[in-house]
Nanobody
């Protein structure tokens, strides 16, 4: 059974960067479509982007140029690199695949 565990969230100032990790167990990351979503307080869950295989990626328009998804097959981990963070990026970030979700990791961006 696939399990996902996110980490790497925290408090960062606007303009800063964070890298989130999603450790996958039960299947190899290169065999799946791995997606990232986020949910801000009082808002619906929002699509961030996905990766398929080792290099195929797709992002929501608002994330393009600032966010990047990658994976490390040796560590069976998917990453979300977030740069030039804005206060509106504050949310709980989740990785997901095949209807399975991690517990999320909180990102807070201060102005």
């Amino acid at each position: 059974q696939v399990q996902l565990v996110e980490s790497g969230g925290g408090l960062v100032q606007a303009g800063g960067s964070l890298r989130l990790s999603c450790v996958v167990s039960g299947r190899t990351v290169s065999s799946m479509v791995m997606s990232w979503f986020r949910q801000a307080p009082g808002k619906d869950r929002e699509f961030v982007g996905w990766i398929i295989g080792s290099s195929g990626t797709y992002y929501a328009d608002s994330m393009k140029g600032r966010f990047a998804i990658s994976n490390d097959n040796a560590k069976n981990t998917v990453y979300l690199q977030m740069n030039t963070l804005k206060p509106e990026d504050t949310a709980v970030y989740y990785c997901t695949t095949g209807g399975i979700w991690g517990q999320g990791t909180q990102v807070t961006v201060s102005s």
